[in-house]
Structure formats: structure tokens, C-alpha cells
């Protein structure tokens, strides 16, 4: 055993016996206080305009920050009260609108999902006959995330909110059905489709009524969001490769579109602290930990339901699992959830308190032009909410988030975190060229390509009536339009032999609104052209996702 790995162990079992430490209140607020410096730095390096934070600890808030601007172009300052879409956090608000159709009797968690959707289908008859609500928030069906059906370049939605089940129902068996852990934002869609269905309301109106009015959540929607009905909306910036803001177009999630329950709601900090709270108030009650005098109970139900671990998302000694709409990460660990930033720096923060604490409970949310987090320790009544209005050169909310939870915890080991954001700005910037270089060194052919002309064409994978259509740019390049539309169109490089990459620079890809600091996978953006036995090309196969036979990723040309 190597000598980190013994001090790590050492360090869990000395706080397994220790107890649960809560420091007071002011203590603790002096601790995240005296970040505000390196959270500022931070902001500096990744490029991010503005930054607003609130942060509660046993049950009550101790601290809020806001720091830049909302809008570069004005100068516009950001505040507490500042809306920023919140993208994937709209999982937990999606999880709370379920816990109260279950205290109301209209749902119970194990109800099969055919039974209150008719037209609900799978392409894997277990999923289909037994897939329930807690299958769906856990992610856990075992079936593709297929994001590239429906996510779009420049800020444009591929598919409509009517096209829902249709495609969940053609989505590939990739794992095993509640074996296998699987992130997707199609089960939480079909959430809001059953929250619908039930309540016989709008999945916003249902959310409005029983948890923004309840909650007294002014400045949260989930309805669709622009600067005109929302004045104190922040801007939603890229940055470029020397951290400089880009501007981008408001992102289109929303109620009406087709993935609003996985990713569509806006907020600010005032409000996301006030719902944390309001979540960790439920827990509490329901778990024994917190006991209110009179009649009065927690306005969110199910608390303890949504925090709790419903499947491990990895084989770890330590608790490594996903709640409904959060990941749970027992300490001393690095936390799993809040952004990509993992990719990018050597090693990542390892959390250790001073006394046992209970498991992290976290998530961020990202949209492009937004990164935004929720970090809960119920066992301290702590919660941390940030949000930022940039896709940035890593994520912003995820390193501030991991500083203000060291500082909550008191950590013996503090963290550099102007360090880590350096390191991974500087690899972010470069992670295209990477890329490229490691596709290079993977060329297996020397296969010269074919006459431009032949490529060109619409192919279609006829199950989804999705379309790749393939033409020349110029005499010497060929550029690829997804669904047809001049909106999604790449300019592609020969790779090898029949096979063309899409793949376009860091600062392109920022400016088109793609989420730079998420994963690159190279198959993502290779087209394999395919001949028949004649020689000609009849199909191009876009090996986009992960699990499925390439073969079975065919559009055949019209």
C-alpha cells in the first residue's frame, strides 16, 4: 500500500470515531470570508464576469458574496437577486415537485411509468413493463444518454417537447436496468411528463404552485427567460482563450421545450439558499435530526427520500453514490458532480474534515454562458449555492463551491485554489490540441480519401428521421449540416481513409455555444463513411454513443 493511500485510510477511520463537530455560526461565516480573495482570482483566471454566492450553516444563512458584473457591455453589477439559468440543477427542483405528488396521494414511488404514461415505450421490454419514478430520478434504466439528438450548436434545440417519447422509446440498452448507473437527462424529461400527466397543470405552473409560491422563490421560473421579462437576468458569456468574455444568446431550455425538467429552470442565490434549506429542513425532519414544535412541518416532502443514495456510482470504501438530482460523496473524498474540472488538473481537492460529517451531497448545472452549484452537508445543516455566468476556462461554481465546503468543514489540509483554476485554465485552453494530437497518434490507416463528390449527400438514420447532410464548403473541403441545418453546420478535416472530424477549435466551439469544459471524446466527432459492394458510398456512421456498436449508428444516404 503506498503511503498516500495509508494516510488516507488512517485519516476515515479516525473520523468514523469522531464526532459530528458544529462550530458556531460566526466562526464559521469568518472562514468562507476570508476567501473572497481567491474567489475573485478565481473569476480572474477562468474568466468569469460575475459570481454570487449565499451559503447557510445549521439551518440558518451566514453568508452571501457577489462579486463582477451581469453584463459586461453596461457594467452592470451583479446581486443576490441576479437571475442565471440553472441548467441541470432543475433535476432537484424536478425530484421536490415528485416528493409532493407523492405526499399528495397522486403517485407512489414504485408505480410503473406505463401505468400513467400509455404512450411510454422501450426498446428493452424489463424497462418498459417495470421503469418507475425512482428508476428515473437515480438514473439507473440502464439505457443511452443520446444527447447529440437533441442538443444543438448556437443555442438551438434539435428536437421539440412533442418528440419526447418518441425517442425515449428508441433509446439503446447500454447497461443493465437498475444495475448500472447512467447519467441522461431523457428520464428526468419523461419526470415531467408523468408530473404533467398527474397534476393536470404545466410541469411550470405544478412547480409554481407547490414549491416556488410555498418556498416564497421570487426570482426562480421555469418558463422561458430574456432580459425584457426579467430585468436582473445575467448575460451568458464563453470565454476565450485569453479569458475574455464572448457574449452569447440565451439558452432555450425552458417548460416548452423539450428537456425544461432536466435542465430548464432560472434562479438566483437568494433563491437557490433559500431551497436548500428548505430541502435540508425536510431531510432533517424526516431522518430524526431536527424537530419543529407544533403543527408545523416542512414545507418540501420527501426529503429524506430525494437525499438519500439509491445507487453507487462507483466501487469506492467509501460512499460514492446518486440521490435524486444530486451525487453523494462520503468524506474524506474528492467530491463527484460539480462540473468537469477533474479533467483538467492533476489531481483534484481531497475533502477532509476535522470531525465526521456525514456524506457531501452535490450538483452543478450548466447551460451554455452558465455553471452554477448546490453543496449540502445535512449533518451540519450546511448548504452552499453558487452561480456564475460564464462557461469559463473550468468551472468557476465547482472550485468555489470545494473551497467554501473547506472552509465550512475546517479542513487541516486547505486546498490552492488560484493554483488549481491556473492549471486548469491553461489545459482547458489547450485541450482541442490535445485531442488532435492524440487522434494523430491513433491513425491506424493511410488510405487516401475519395473524390469530395462522392461523400456528398443526405444520409438518414430512418428510426429518429434524423438527417446528416454532407456537401462541399469549397473544392477542397467538405462541411456537414445536422438535420439539414445551416445553424449546425462544421466544416470537417480528413482524418483517414473514409473518415472525416467535425472537430473545430476551443474558441470556435465556445462561440457556438458547445460546453468547452466538458469531455472531449473523439467519437463524438468522427463521420466513418461506408461503401456498398459496388464501391459506392451509401452510408456514414456517427459513432456519437457510448456503448452502441458503431454499425448500429448508420444513416444511410437518400
Known amino acids: 500500500m503506498s503511503g498516500r493511500k495509508l494516510t488516507e485510510l488512517i485519516w476515515a477511520r479516525i473520523l468514523i470515531l469522531t464526532p459530528v463537530r458544529v462550530d458556531s455560526k460566526a466562526a464559521a461565516a469568518a472562514r468562507v470570508a476570508n476567501l473572497e480573495t481567491v474567489l475573485q482570482r478565481v473569476c480572474a483566471i477562468s474568466g468569469a464576469p460575475g459570481i454570487s454566492i449565499g451559503v447557510s450553516y445549521n439551518g440558518e444563512p451566514i453568508y452571501r458574496f457577489n462579486h463582477g458584473v451581469r453584463d459586461v457591455e453596461a457594467s452592470l453589477p451583479i446581486n443576490g437577486d441576479t437571475v442565471f439559468p440553472i441548467g441541470t440543477l432543475a433535476k432537484t427542483f424536478t425530484a421536490s415537485a415528485v416528493g409532493m405528488l407523492v405526499d399528495q396521494g397522486f403517485l407512489k414511488w414504485h408505480t410503473p411509468i406505463r401505468d400513467i404514461l400509455p404512450a411510454f415505450h422501450s426498446t428493452s421490454t424489463t424497462v418498459e413493463e417495470n421503469l418507475n419514478i425512482v428508476d428515473l430520478l437515480s438514473q439507473r434504466s440502464g439505457l443511452a444518454r443520446s444527447n447529440y439528438w437533441w442538443q444543438g450548436s448556437d443555442g438551438q434545440l434539435l428536437l421539440q417537447k412533442k418528440d419526447l417519447l418518441p425517442f425515449y422509446s428508441k433509446l439503446p440498452e447500454t447497461g443493465s436496468f437498475r444495475a448500472d448507473w447512467g447519467y441522461s437527462n431523457w428520464g428526468y424529461a419523461v419526470v415531467g411528463a408523468v408530473i404533467e400527466k398527474l397534476s393536470g397543470m404545466t410541469y411550470s405552473e405544478y412547480m409554481a404552485k407547490n414549491v416556488l409560491e410555498p418556498l416564497q422563490l421570487t426570482n426562480t421560473t421555469f418558463k422561458a427567460v430574456d432580459a425584457a421579462s426579467i430585468p436582473n437576468l445575467a448575460n451568458p458569456y464563453a470565454a476565450l482563450d485569453d479569458a475574455s468574455p464572448f457574449l452569447l444568446p440565451q439558452p432555450p431550455v425552458s417548460d416548452e421545450t423539450i428537456m425544461g425538467p432536466a435542465m430548464g429552470g432560472a434562479s438566483s442565490a437568494n433563491d437557490l439558499l433559500q431551497y436548500s434549506m ?4 425536510s431531510y432533517r425532519y424526516e431522518s430524526g435530526a431536527l424537530t419543529k414544535g407544533g403543527e408545523t412541518t416542512p414545507i418540501l416532502k420527501n426529503g429524506l ?32 458532480g460539480m462540473g468537469w474540472n477533474s479533467l ?49 476556462l473550468g468551472d468557476v461554481s465547482g472550485w468555489a463551491s470545494l473551497g467554501i465546503i473547506e472552509a465550512l468543514i475546517d479542513t487541516p489540509r486547505p486546498s490552492d485554489f488560484v493554483a488549481l483554476a491556473t492549471e486548469a485554465a491553461g489545459n482547458n485552453v489547450n485541450n482541442v490540441d490535445k485531442l488532435w494530437k492524440q487522434l494523430k497518434e491513433a491513425k491506424k490507416s493511410k488510405k487516401e480519401q475519395r473524390r469530395l463528390d462522392e461523400y456528398v449527400g443526405k444520409y438518414l438514420e430512418e428510426a429518429h ?22 445553424s449546425q453546420k462544421w466544416a470537417l478535416t480528413h482524418y483517414e481513409g473514409d473518415t472525416f472530424l467535425w472537430l473545430a477549435s476551443r474558441e470556435e466551439q465556445a462561440k457556438r455555444c458547445r460546453m468547452t469544459t466538458y469531455p472531449l471524446v473523439a467519437n463524438h466527432f468522427k463521420l466513418i463513411f461506408q461503401a456498398n459492394k459496388e464501391g459506392e458510398v451509401d452510408r456514414v456512421c456517427w459513432p456519437h454513443e457510448a456503448g452502441v456498436p458503431v454499425d448500429l449508428q448508420r444513416f444511410m444516404k437518400k
Open 278 to 281: 428548505a430541502l435540508l429542513e
Open 305 to 336: 427520500m430525494h437525499l438519500a443514495g439509491h445507487i453507487f456510482t462507483a466501487k469506492t470504501t467509501l460512499e460514492k453514490s446518486y440521490a435524486f438530482g444530486f451525487y453523494r460523496s462520503q468524506l474524506p473524498a474528492t467530491i463527484l
Open 344 to 392: 483538467y488538473v492533476a489531481e483534484m481537492p481531497k475533502l477532509i474534515p476535522r470531525g465526521h460529517l456525514g456524506p457531501v451531497v452535490a450538483h452543478g448545472g450548466s447551460l451554455p454562458g452558465y455553471h452554477s452549484s448546490i453543496a449540502l452537508l445535512p449533518e451540519i445543516g450546511a448548504s452552499i449555492v453558487v452561480c456564475t455566468n460564464s462557461i469559463a
Open 465 to 486: 428521421n434524423w438527417v446528416i447532410e454532407i456537401r462541399k464548403k469549397d473544392d477542397e473541403c467538405l462541411e456537414v449540416l445536422f438535420q439539414g441545418l445551416e
